[in-house]
Every structure is written in structure tokens, then in C-alpha cells.
């Protein structure tokens, strides 16, 4: 599937954490390609260290935390941990573009979300003046938030939780970003609304040639979204695989164990 | 739904100890204790550290400072440094048990009024308004006036006068932690209303509360002194510092020192509380967090 | 409403019995009321667990804190132990709280950040005094045990533990007077995979061993589906199916139902794959939301369909189902 050479290759992959009081290594010695186009999931128990990956990726820390990091992440061949914070900068949102868990918290509460999507764009691309708000529809239109020339003017509180995360969707893919990081996106919403979003994940990146790196807890999650998948253990990669072998035939004990944990649900003709 | 947000594995024991917060960024709170414990010293020990009767004429007046008297003599001789110290006493134990009161009070308006709620809530707070719309000084010196400028005047005044600031500091935070999971927890369990005020609220809005008495520590240090300058304070012959800087003002020119010491003795127990709060705040933030 | 008054306390009788619950909020800034909780009507019996599944926003929430009466109910019934509690005093309502727990969402803010486990576990003995002074210690142990716990923390705090150790300790909180019946909100949602399963583990074998009834709250269908014995799924405010655990999941009756089964990702890729092609039906179900349903019927001007039997025990709010012979 992947020609070439891939997008995103972690190599060695460390990642030590200073909290207040103590450091942990959360992240250790992770490796992984993403190919052009490609959808990776990272499945893990909170504190396996798949979030602190991602957040790596971006060179983003947990608030209150100072993160360390070694290895080599390198993004279309050049290493971003050797890059200036500048540099750093423009490729965030521009090349490599993340989705976090909380909707409520990642928006600003008291700018529309019109004018968010606006700042965007005024920072990573040419557009100006008008262009940039009908821009903004076109992309709150894209995500599926309806009558978007009229709701981009209201404020985060005026949204739903699913919408919420559709219009951090639109941010993400404001400037075409070749990376889409997705950390837990459908974590915080009904299992409805998380059925829409993810379609939604799907549908973007199939029209927009994106690669997705999609972080979840959840095995049902990744199923139908990625072609492979990392299983992460205490800040390893214990098992990797594509995802029809690994969740049919898991090898590792870990993988089995998390497998087993997952209560089946009758999904006989509830395929509508 | 997953609630943890940071993904790190805790390793080992989370809990801190003392010294490790200390370290952890306390200096302001170090220095504000360092500088209370100064305070709270030489007041306790002021009758057997001073040098002189401190209501005596015992030498030149406006002497400036020398081997003798460390801090030179007033207009009428008395040794500057020991009516610092014993007025030190009269200010602090003025504005502690002034303080102390219009905590008590505050507390006990504030839980009441948080934590019931309604009609109750309104009540108190719509009193306590009247009172908070005065101005602090105006109200003081109105009821001093009215009453007569003794020490338990003053004391009560300065409580009444506090009282509805602490209460709203208590109020606030009672509102939002009332609600709180395991405040409704407790009620589920069938915990009672004085139980959970005491042993599931009060605890959890003692920091701020403890922050905000530090602070209006500093304030009433402020408006005893002024209440003295203006002579509705202790009456004399005992020393106070704001009756000092009183009676020292016309000599200002001619013995600086006579107005330097009391002044300098008033910043420096106002910004002991300042500073202490500043600190309290910083440490108390830091060993709440949940 | 009204109902005919039964003497107190059958030992056969069930557990729990609501009928009519209503929970309304004014609305904000004088707007319009809220209805959380519309006209609910269910039963427990003992040793059995309820499941009522929803989403955020259904009210399932409110009806777990009505039914403890921690929410004030608008109209409606709530019997414990043949008990009606709407309505009862102070004191007598915190003495039935003995025989009903609660078990929350977030064991993060559940327990007192403060208190040792110790005190938080002796905290219902000493209200309820079920068990002597001397005991009390004893009893803490027994809890912990319970639950599968080293008694030896006691004298450690909330923060020193996981959210599945302190989950168990707010299980071990609400077993300590001996409760009949727990409301367990979201009791499992905030946990991983792993301690997920754990937990529901737990709270099976406390049921068998302690013949608890549980009003298992959640908007896991799947979980719920391991728990409970039967099922009411909660929309708008409203119970639009109730039933067998069995006969809900591998046969539901009402749309909404099967919206919220077809919903759920199961680690299968080629499943996934193919639900993920097919959009999503956008429709309405009860009388709250105007606009076509999934048999095109607008209940907004011929209501909610009123419950009725469509197999055993099953009960559903459609029209569309056959009516019982």
C-alpha cells in the first residue's frame, strides 16, 4: 500500500516526563512508520504513553509538564525535534494537524468559532480579507455543522459536543495538513455521535488524501478506520500489525488480554 | 469516557512531602513566615525586651539615634525604639483579635449563607451588602467616634467592619463545593447537613479563606494605625504606631527618625502579611490541587 | 399518580418501584421548563440489576440522583422496600438512606481528597451506627476485603491510589451500612478497558453474595449488556423500551434502540468497515421532538407511543410493534 518512503517515521522514540515531584518515562524507544495516505492506530490503557506519542509528534507537552524527548522523528525526512521552535511552529497546523479529546476545552469560549477557523487561516496561508470567512463556511460545511454561514458567528457554548468536535475537525484540516493526529476523538461523546464523527475522520481523509494517526482506548474504534495498528503497553509497542491479522490473531499476551476485555455485543443484522 | 487526561503512568507514591514542596517554590512563604515569627517574638516578648519605660521621659528630647537609645528620643524624651515595640503590641493585638472575630463571623455568615442557599443566602447577603457599602474607613471612624476610642471599641468596630469580606471569601467557594461529588456523596450516605459542612466543606474552602485572612491582616494593620493617627485610637500615654507618627509629624524635619521608625515599623507588618498571603497562596494552590 | 397505599414492606415484594417519575428544571433565564425526566415507571426486584441506558442529555442521570432523592422530584412515585420516599421528612429519609448507595461516575471527585480511606469508610457506620464503636475497625476491614482490597490502606489517601482502586473503595463506602439497592451512575465510565471489567466483576459476585439490586445507569450499551438482568433505554426524558436484557439487545423493538446497537464499534474490521460506508438515519422518537420517525410518524402531533408488550416482560414505545394479543 505504502510506495516510497513513508510520511512520518519515529525512530527510537524516548520521552521522559518531569512533573513536579518525580520523572517517568513514558515513551520508550517507540518506532513506527506512517506511509502517504496511510491510517495508524495506536490502542493502549491510559498511562501507556500513546498520548505523550502523539503530543510528541507535535512537540506539544501535558500542561504542567516538561517533557524530554529523544529518538528522531522524522516528517517528510527531516528530523522535527532538531527544528527551531519557529520552524516547529509553521509546521504545526500547516503540515501536522491534532484533534484532541475535549471538545469543550480546546475552543475558545468567548471568540465565535467562525473567527477561530479565521485565525487559522490567517496564519498558515496567503488568503485574506473575504476569502477567509467564506473559506471557513466552506470548511464548518465540509465537517458537516449545518447552516454554516449562520453558525459560524455563534460561540462554542452554542454547540453540541459532537458539533464541538466537528468544528475542531475543521481547524485540524484548515491548511490541508498532510498529518492528521487524532487523540481519542469520540472518547468524550455518545456512542451515536461518535459513530458520525468517525465517519466523518473517514471521509475526510479518504477525500483529502491525508495520513491519520488515530489514538483511541477503544479496539472497535480503530477497527474500521486504519490499515495498522500499534498496541502500546507501559510506554512500549508491545504488538503492531495490520489491523484485520492482529485483531483476528493477536500474539502478544497484552493485546489478548485487552481483546478479552472488550464486552461482545450480539452484532448479528445490527448492520443497518 | 476516559477522565484522565495526562497519560503518565504514576509511578510509586504521589504524595509530596512538606520539605518537597517547600522546595518546590515557596520562598515568598518562607520569608513571610520568617518575618511573622519576628513580629510574633518581640510582641510576646516586649515587656521584658524593652529598654526603657516606654511612658517615661528619660532623656533629650529629639535626640537622634546613638549608643544609648538605638532609635534616639521623641519630644518628650522617650526612647523611640522601646515605644515601637510596646506599641507594636498594642496595633497587633488590636488587629489579631479583630481579625480573629470578623473571621469567626465571616465563617459562620458565609457556610450559613453558601450552604443553605435561598432565602437564607439572600438575607445575609443583602445585610452584609449595607455594611460592604460603606466605605471601610468611613464606617470605622463613624463608630469609634460614636462609641469612644477604647480598645474594645476599636476591636469591635474593626471586626464588624471586615466581617462581611470574609464572609463573601467563605461564601464563594462553599456555593461551588457544595456540589461537588463527594459532598453529594456523603448527603447520599445520609450524612448531616453540620456534618458535611464541617468535615466535607470547610476543609476544602479553608485555603482560600486562610489566604484572605493573611490579607486582611495587612489591611487592618493599615486601619488601626490610621485610626490611631487620627486619634480614635488607644488613648494615651500608651505607645501605638500610629499615635507615634501623630505626634512626630510637625518634628518630621528636625528628627526624621521620630517619623522614619514608626512608619518603617508599619510597612513592615503590613508587607509581613502581604507577603505572607502571596506565599499562602502559592503553596495552598499547589498541595490542593486534585 | 395516586396510588393505592400497600402495607409497608413485603419481604417479596420488590425492591424498588417508580411510577410517573417526573423531574422538570425551570429553564434558564426564565425560559421554558425542562422536562429531565418524563413520566418514567419501572421496578427492581431483589438481587436484580437494571440497566437504563441513554445518551448524555436523556436524563438517566437525574433519575438514578431522583430516585435517591437527591434530586427533587416533580411528580411521581419512588417506593424503596415498599417505602414511598417522595415527600418523606429529613430524618426518616436519611435513615432509609441506609438501605440505598450510591455509587458515582468520577471516583476522582467522589472521595474526600482530605480523609483517609479509613475515615471515609467509617464515615456511614458512625451516621448509621449499624455497627458499634469497637467494630468499626473490624468492619473497614471487611469492606476492604470485599472488595478486593489490602485492608492495610486505610491509612492512606485517595490520591495514592488508581481510579480502579478508588473505585472499589467507593463501592466498599457504599456497602458499608448494608445497603438493598445502589445506584451506580456511570460507575464504570470513567476507567479503562481492563479495570472496566474488573469492576463489573466485582459488582456481580457483591450482588450474588449480598442479593444487591442495582439501577446500573450508563451510556455503554455494552457494559450494561454484562450487568443487567433487564434494560430501559432512556430517550428524551422518556423510557422507550424496557425489557429482558436478551430479548432488548438481540431483538429491539424500538428504532431507537437499534440506532444506538448499530452505533457501537465492535473490533471486527470488516464489520466496521462496512457500517462506516452507510450514513447514519437522522429521526425522531417521541412526542418532544417534532419531525418524521423511523415509520415516518410525527409524534410531536400523535405523542409518544404509550408502552406496550411486545414479547415477555418486554415492553416498547412504538406503534409500529405488534400490540400483545
Redesign the interface.
Known amino acids: 500500500m505504502s510506495a516510497g518512503t513513508p510520511l512520518l517515521s519515529v525512530r527510537d522514540l524516548t520521552a521522559r ?1 518531569a ?4 520523572i ?1 518515562e ?1 515513551v520508550r524507544g517507540v518506532s513506527f512508520d506512517v506511509a502517504p495516505g496511510e491510517a495508524v492506530g495506536f490502542v493502549g ?8 506519542t502523539a503530543r510528541a509528534i507535535m512537540r506539544l507537552a ?2 504542567g ?1 516538561d517533557v524530554r524527548l529523544d529518538g528522531k522523528i522524522l516528517f517528510k525526512g527531516r528530523d522535527l525535534l532538531t527544528l527551531s521552535d519557529r520552524e516547529m511552529g509553521k509546521m504545526r497546523g500547516r503540515q501536522i494537524a491534532m484533534v484532541f ?2 471538545p469543550m476545552t480546546s475552543l475558545n469560549p468567548v471568540m465565535t468559532v467562525g473567527a477561530q477557523i479565521d485565525d487559522v487561516l490567517r496564519r498558515h496561508t496567503d488568503l485574506y480579507g473575504r476569502a477567509v470567512r467564506a473559506r471557513s463556511i466552506e470548511l464548518l460545511d465540509a465537517v458537516g455543522v449545518p447552516d454554516p454561514a449562520r453558525r459560524a458567528d455563534d460561540h462554542p457554548h452554542q454547540f453540541s ?1 459532537g458539533q464541538r468536535q466537528r468544528i475542531l475537525i475543521a481547524i485540524a484540516i484548515a491548511c490541508d495538513p498532510d498529518l492528521l493526529i487524532a487523540d ?1 476523538p469520540t ?2 461523546l ?7 464523527i ?2 466523518l475522520l ?1 471521509r475526510l481523509r479518504e477525500e483529502r488524501g491525508m495520513s491519520l494517526l488515530l489514538i483511541t ?5 480503530v ?3 486504519v490499515e495498522k495498528v500499534n498496541v502500546m503497553y ?2 512500549e509497542i508491545v504488538e503492531t500489525g495490520d ?2 491479522t492482529l ?1 483476528s490473531k493477536p500474539q502478544h499476551e497484552y493485546t489478548k ?3 478479552a ?7 448479528a443484522g ?3 | 469516557m476516559s477522565l484522565v487526561n495526562d497519560d503518565i503512568a504514576p509511578v510509586g507514591s504521589t504524595r509530596r512531602s512538606w520539605r518537597a514542596q517547600l522546595r518546590g517554590g515557596s520562598v515568598l512563604l518562607c520569608v513571610g513566615l520568617l518575618m511573622l515569627a519576628i513580629m510574633i517574638v518581640t510582641t510576646v516578648l516586649a515587656p521584658w525586651i524593652v529598654p526603657y519605660d516606654p511612658s517615661a521621659s528619660i532623656g533629650m528630647p529629639l535626640s537622634p539615634p546613638n549608643a544609648e537609645h538605638l532609635l534616639g528620643t521623641d519630644v518628650i524624651g522617650r526612647d523611640i525604639l522601646s515605644r515601637l515595640i510596646s506599641g507594636g503590641r498594642t496595633t497587633l493585638l488590636i488587629t489579631g483579635i479583630a481579625v480573629s472575630l470578623a473571621l469567626v463571623a465571616g465563617l459562620i455568615l458565609g457556610l450559613l449563607s453558601g450552604y443553605l442557599g435561598g432565602i437564607v443566602d439572600e438575607t445575609i447577603m443583602r445585610i452584609l451588602d449595607v455594611v460592604f457599602a460603606f466605605p471601610v474607613f468611613l464606617l470605622a471612624i463613624a463608630v469609634v467616634a460614636a462609641l469612644g476610642p477604647t480598645i474594645p471599641n476599636l476591636i469591635i468596630t474593626i471586626a464588624i467592619v471586615y466581617t462581611p469580606a470574609m464572609a463573601r471569601v467563605v461564601r464563594g467557594p462553599v456555593l461551588s463545593v457544595k456540589q461537588w461529588d463527594h459532598v453529594e456523596a456523603a448527603r447520599s450516605i445520609g450524612v448531616g447537613d453540620v456534618r458535611i459542612v464541617s468535615r466535607h466543606i470547610l476543609p476544602i474552602v479553608a485555603s482560600p479563606v486562610v489566604v484572605e485572612t493573611s490579607l486582611t491582616l495587612a489591611q487592618t494593620i493599615f486601619t488601626v494605625t490610621a485610626l490611631s493617627f487620627l486619634g480614635l485610637g488607644p488613648p494615651p500615654p500608651d505607645p501605638n504606631w500610629g499615635g507615634m507618627l501623630a505626634e512626630s509629624r510637625q518634628f518630621m524635619e528636625l528628627a526624621p527618625i521620630t517619623v522614619i521608625a514608626p512608619a518603617g515599623a508599619i510597612v513592615f507588618a503590613t508587607m509581613t502579611f502581604i507577603i505572607l498571603a502571596n506565599g499562602l497562596r502559592e503553596f495552598l494552590n499547589v498541595s490542593t490541587r486534585r | 399518580m395516586s396510588e393505592t397505599v400497600m402495607p409497608a414492606a413485603q419481604p417479596e415484594g420488590p425492591v424498588l418501584e417508580v411510577s410517573d417519575l417526573t423531574v422538570t428544571f425551570p429553564g434558564l433565564h426564565g425560559g421554558a421548563t425542562v422536562t429531565a425526566v418524563d413520566r418514567a415507571s419501572f421496578v427492581i426486584g431483589r438481587g436484580e440489576t437494571l440497566g437504563l441506558v441513554g445518551q448524555s442529555g436523556s436524563g438517566k442521570t437525574t433519575t438514578g440522583r431522583a430516585v435517591l432523592q437527591l434530586q427533587k422530584v416533580t411528580s411521581g412515585s419512588v417506593r424503596l422496600l415498599g417505602r414511598e420516599l417522595v415527600g418523606m421528612g429529613r430524618k426518616p429519609l436519611r435513615e432509609m438512606r441506609r438501605h440505598m448507595q450510591f455509587v458515582q461516575q468520577n471516583p476522582y471527585s467522589s472521595l474526600h481528597p482530605r480523609l483517609t480511606i479509613g475515615r471515609i469508610l467509617s464515615e456511614p457506620l458512625e451516621v448509621h451506627r449499624t455497627v458499634s464503636r469497637a467494630r468499626i475497625r473490624e468492619r473497614i476491614v471487611e469492606l476492604l476485603e470485599l472488595v478486593n482490597m489490602d485492608p492495610k490502606v486505610v491509612d492512606r489517601y485517595p490520591h495514592e491510589f488508581s481510579g480502579g482502586q478508588r473505585q472499589r473503595i467507593v463501592i466498599a463506602r457504599a456497602l458499608a451500612v448494608n445497603p438493598d439497592f445502589v445506584v451506580c451512575d456511570e460507575a464504570v465510565s470513567a476507567l479503562d478497558v481492563r479495570t472496566q471489567a474488573q469492576i463489573v466483576t466485582l459488582l456481580q459476585g457483591l450482588q450474588e453474595r449480598l442479593g444487591l439490586s442495582y439501577l446500573f445507569v450508563a451510556h455503554d450499551l455494552a457494559i450494561v449488556r454484562e450487568m443487567a438482568h433487564r434494560v430501559a433505554v432512556m430517550y428524551s426524558g422518556q423510557i422507550v423500551e424496557l425489557g429482558p436484557s436478551a430479548a432488548v439487545y438481540d431483538s429491539p423493538g424500538h428504532a431507537y434502540t437499534r440506532l444506538l446497537l448499530d452505533s457501537i464499534p465492535v473490533p471486527d474490521p470488516a464489520i466496521q468497515r462496512l457500517r462506516l460506508r452507510n450514513p447514519l438515519p437522522d429521526v425522531r422518537f417521541v412526542d418532544s421532538n417534532p419531525g418524521p420517525c423511523a415509520h415516518a410518524e410525527d409524534h410531536a402531533t400523535t405523542g409518544t407511543a404509550p408502552m406496550h408488550m411486545i414479547g415477555p416482560d418486554h415492553c416498547v414505545s412504538c406503534r409500529f410493534q405488534p400490540q400483545p394479543r
Not at chain 1, 190 to 196: L, P, W
Not at chain 1, 217 to 221: A, K, L, S, T, Y
Not at chain 1, 261 to 267: E, F, G
Open positions: 516526563i512533573t513536579h515531584h518525580e517517568v513514558a490503557e491510559s498511562g501507556c504513553g500513546k498520548s505523550v501535558a500542561e509538564t479529546q475535549d459536543g481519542e472518547t468524550a455518545d456512542v451515536t455521535v461518535q459513530a458520525q468517525l465517519r473517514m482506548h477503544d479496539f472497535g474504534v477497527a474500521g478506520m507501559r510506554g489491523v484485520d485483531l488480554s485487552l481483546l476485555a472488550v464486552p461482545r455485543i450480539r452484532v445490527a448492520i443497518s
